[in-house]
């Protein structure tokens, strides 16, 4: 076992979209940088095992619903023959690609890269421990934590049985099963009872709460809750997954409805989809100031600057919500801080896309969160109904809405439903980023036939009129 002693600048914990971000930035303005992550490249859970890898699989799964949806067009493919694992090897290599791709950026930049896990030995030092038994101390002016989280885990459900899934599990792909319990009608839980849905296998849904993706607005996820409802197994809500039990090869499920009754049903699989947690236990914050909320998310202000000064935070471990591109955001704002700019995160609109079918995309303000700030505000839909571009995709089952200021005018949040809905969003981001007004929206000419449309004619709405949606 060896022991080495160096010294950084800045150093980097965890290699996500946030801390590889955050590392890049630094690097470019300058500063020395080393980068430390368990994994051999740069990637985090989003390239490794989260967005990139479950991405890949819901654009397999969008051309097998497109060549089964072509028969209403008069085109018949033959059944689609899924080869397991030629997917998996695409999938792995779209992730080795891109993982390569960062480990070279990561060089091009003089980056040093430290391969093993963090753990602080004080406000200026931690030790790297390799899976060799090597350690590194390693003395540093700041640290940037960037440590991501985890599935969270249900004792009653957390049973030691492989067809009990997490996401990473899911993802791997082993199989395709003839029926997969999904608990959890969220982001993971709906985009991948997608994904799997679409290979063959009879997918159920259970969700605790009354509703799909509880925190959308209602009118956003209604065509995707149609949809699901109608080509899923089944779509529980207001159910309890009580326990699981292995029972030969399958998990028998007892499951608490709505009325009280108790029922049993049996899977191949279980995929266990509750939300994640961050990764802030075990990493020495106890021999800093650092300070650590209730559910476990690193206190950070506005700067990225934890309650000791050397130490900044970034990413899931600092806060919903537990998206990529706010990592990276984050991150690109704590390297300039430490670069000695005055900037901060203070984002008007951070995107929120599930990338199910329809996909449900929204930013800025929501109507529900409008609502329960008492806050007044006009809101405007234009239905997919009314689009030519909608309608030559087959897909009239989408909406657009903006939500405004009824005395400014000024756009404050904008949802879409319908698919490239995760597209079609980043207008409505820079519409809320630059305070535009509906009339700037409308105003904008629009290229004709496209989605995007759904967004100027929901802006002319504002006004009493839209070109194909008629108003009394
Ligand atoms: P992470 O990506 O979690 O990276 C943290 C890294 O730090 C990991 O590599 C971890 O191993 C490492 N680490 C932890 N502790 C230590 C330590 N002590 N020492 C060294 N290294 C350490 N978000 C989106 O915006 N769009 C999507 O489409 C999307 N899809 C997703 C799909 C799935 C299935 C999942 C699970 C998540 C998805 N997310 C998506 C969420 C997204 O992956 C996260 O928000 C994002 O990865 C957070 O980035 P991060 O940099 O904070 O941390
Ligand atoms: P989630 O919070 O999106 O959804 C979890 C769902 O599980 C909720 O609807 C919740 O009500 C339900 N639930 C909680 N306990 C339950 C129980 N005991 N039984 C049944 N249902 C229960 O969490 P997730 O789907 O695990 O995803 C975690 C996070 O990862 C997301 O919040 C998001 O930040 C990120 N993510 C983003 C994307 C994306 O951007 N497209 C994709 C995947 C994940």
Redesign the pocket.
């Known amino acids: 076992m060896a022991r080495e002693q160096r010294s950084t600048s800045v150093v980097v ?7 590889y971000a955050a590392a890049f930035a630094a690097a470019d303005l300058g500063l020395e940088v080393t980068l ?4 051999p490249n740069p ?4 390239l ?4 990139i890898p ?2 890949a699989l819901l654009n397999v799964a969008h051309v097998l619903d497109q060549a089964r949806q072509a028969a209403d067009w008069g085109v018949t493919f033959s059944e689609p023959k899924v080869d397991l694992e030629r997917l998996r090897t695409w999938k792995d290599e779209v992730v080795q690609k891109m993982t390569e791709g960062l480990g070279d950026l990561s060089k091009k930049r003089g980056i040093t890269f430290v391969q ?4 602080f030995a004080g406000p200026k030092r931690v030790t790297v421990s390799a899976e060799s038994g090597d350690e590194l101390e390693l003395s540093f002016e700041h640290a940037i934590l ?4 985890q ?1 969270v885990r249900i004792p009653a459900l957390s049973i030691d049985s492989s067809r009990v899934m997490d ?1 990473t599990d899911a ?1 791997r792909l082993e199989d395709i099963p003839g029926s997969l319990l999904v608990v959890g009608g969220g ?2 839980g709906l ?2 009872a997608t994904v799997y849905h679409a290979l063959g296998t009879q997918v159920s849904v259970v969700e605790l709460t009354s509703e799909l993706l509880p925190g959308a607005d209602r009118d956003l996820v209604r065509p995707l809750a149609a949809k699901v409802k109608r080509v899923l197994h089944a779509v529980h809500l207001k159910t309890q997954v009580l326990s699981l039990e292995e029972r030969g090869e399958q998990i028998l499920a007892r499951l608490k409805g709505e009325d009280g009754e108790e029922r049993e049903e049996s899977f191949d699989r279980v995929l266990v989809a509750v939300g ?1 947690r961050p ?1 802030s236990a075990n ?1 020495g914050l106890e021999t800093t100031k650092v300070e650590v909320t209730e559910r476990g998310f690193v206190r950070v202000d506005s700067q990225r600057r934890t309650a000791e000064p050397t130490i900044f935070a ?4 600092a806060g919903e919500p ?6 990276s955001h984050e ?1 690109r704002v704590a390297a300039e801080v430490i670069s000695g700019r005055r900037v901060a995160f203070e984002p008007q609109a951070i995107p929120a ?1 599930v ?1 199910t079918d329809p996909e449900v995309a929204w930013c800025g303000l929501t109507e529900a969160a409008a609502k329960e700030q008492g806050r007044q505000v006009k809101v405007v839909r234009f239905p997919w109904g009314a689009s030519g571009r909608a309608a030559t995709l087959g897909r009239s089952d989408g909406v657009t809405k903006l939500i405004v200021d009824p005395e400014s005018e000024q756009v404050l949040g904008v949802g879409i439903c319908g698919p490239g809905a995760g597209e079609l969003i980043a207008e409505g981001v820079l519409a809320v980023e630059m305070a535009a007004l509906a009339s700037d929206v409308m105003l904008s000419i629009h290229p004709h036939p496209t989605l995007s449309e759904t967004i100027m004619e929901a802006a002319e709405s504002v006004y009493g009129s839209s070109t194909h949606f008629y108003r009394k």
């Open positions: 914990i965890g290699g996500g979209p946030g801390g430390v992550d368990d994994a990637g985090g859970v989003c490794y095992r989260g967005c479950s991405k093993g896990r963090a753990t960037a440590t991501g989280s599935p996401s993802l982001y993971i985009e991948l994640r990764n990493l970034i990413g899931d471990v537990m998206l990529a591109h706010k990592a991150g896309v990338f």
